[in-house]
C-alpha cells in the first residue's frame, strides 16, 4: 500500500510547454496482470496518436517507484517493478503528485485493486487528478466513499472512468447511464457477473466434484490464488453496488443479501489448509444440481437487483430466462427499463481478463483526456486554469 505522502500536492517547478501542449500526464499503480498488461498496450501504442495523447511519467507497485518526466519505458518499466525485490521501497513521499504536477490533464490509472488507494480518490480528484480505475473497492464497498468521488467530481470538474469495475469494459455501466441521461428510469438489473464463477457452474454437470472444478479453475487462473474470494460471492456484491449506483440509487452495502459458496467452517481456515478440506462445498452444491435438474433448470451465480431488494446467490434459471446462454467465463447482464420493459436489453461478452480490462482502464484515460480537453479552452481561446 502506498503512504498518504504519496497523494500530497506538489511543490516543484514544472515545463508549462507540457501542461499546455494536449499532452496527459499518467501515473500507473499496480504491476499485477492488468497493470503489466497496461504498461503492455502502451508499448504498442508507441508512435501512433494515442501513444503520443497519454505520457507515462510515474509508475508503481508496493516495492518500487519510477518516474521519469519525458516518459517512461513501457517494457523497461514492466521489467523494473515485476522484478523488484519484495524488499524494496521506492514510494518516496509525494513521488505521484510531484510526477504528475499541478498543471494541464493528469490522470491516474489505477490497476491496484488497493483499498487504501482507493479511499484516496476523492483527495486526488479534489487535487485535479482524472482517475481511472479497475478497482471495485472505491464505488463498490462503502455508500459514503462512493457519494464523496461523485461530490469531487462535481466540484473539482474532473472525471473519474470506471468503465473496467464490471464487466471488463463491458458496455454496461456507459449503457445504463446513457439511459437514464435520456430520461429512461431502470427498474430491475441482473447478470452473470462472475467471469470465474461463471466458468465452474458452465462446467459442473455432476460428473466432477465441484471443488474439483474450483482447483481446475484456480490452477488456470480463472479464480483469485485463495478461491473463496470468488466463493464468497464478495465480488459479485460490490458489482451490483456500482451498477445500481450508477442507475441512480443510493445502495448501501448492507442492503445486498448475499449467499456465500464457503462454510463457516472454510472461511476461517489459513490458505495452506483450504486444499484438503475443499471437499466440503461438494454435498451442498450437488444438492442443488439434483433439484435443479428435477425442475429442468441449470444452476447460474447470478446478482439481481430491483428497488428495495438486492441479491447475490445461486438460482436454477430456466431455458427461457434472459440469464441462460453464453458459456466459459463470459457475462451476461439483463436490464429492464421503462425502454426495455417487456424484453430486457442483454449485453454479453468476456467479463474478465487482464487485456480486455487493461483496454478499458486506456480507454477511459483516453476519454478523460479528450473531455478535459474538450473543456479547457475559453470563447476567447485561452487554456482555462484551475490553479
Known sequence: MLAAADFAPPFVREDAGLADSGIARVALLGSGTVGQAVLDRLHCWRGTDRGAALRLVYAANTRLALRDSAGLDPLLTKSRLVDAPSAASGCESGA????????????????????????????????????????????????????????????????????????????????????????????????????????????????????????????????????????????????ILILARAAGFALASEEVKVQSLVPPELATLPLCQLDEALSRIDAPISAMLSRAREQGRALRFVARFAPGRASVGVEAIGAGDPLAGGGGTDNRVAIWSDRYANQPLVIQGPGAGPQVTAAALLDDALGLRAAALARSWNGSGFPLSRE
Open 96 to 239: 505521484l503528485a510531484r510526477a504528475l504536477g499541478s498543471r494541464g490533464v493528469r490522470i491516474l490509472v489505477d490497476a491496484s485493486a488497493d483499498g487504501g488507494v482507493a479511499t484516496r480518490h476523492p483527495e486526488l480528484l479534489r487535487a485535479g487528478i482524472h482517475v481511472a480505475t479497475a478497482c471495485k473497492l472505491a464505488t463498490g464497498t462503502s455508500l459514503a466513499l462512493w457519494e464523496e468521488i461523485g461530490a469531487a467530481c462535481a466540484d473539482s470538474g474532473v472525471g473519474f472512468g470506471d468503465r473496467a469495475t464490471v464487466g471488463a469494459g463491458l458496455p454496461l455501466l456507459r449503457s445504463i447511464r446513457e439511459l437514464c441521461a435520456g430520461g429512461d428510469r431502470i427498474h430491475a438489473i441482473a447478470g452473470i457477473m462472475s467471469g470465474s464463477l461463471a466458468w465452474l457452474f458452465d462446467r459442473f454437470d455432476g460428473t466432477r466434484p465441484f471443488s474439483a472444478l474450483v482447483r481446475e479453475a484456480r490452477n488456470a487462473g480463472f479464480t483469485e490464488p485463495d478461491p473463496r474470494e470468488d466463493l464468497s460471492g464478495e465480488d459479485v456484491r460490490r458489482k
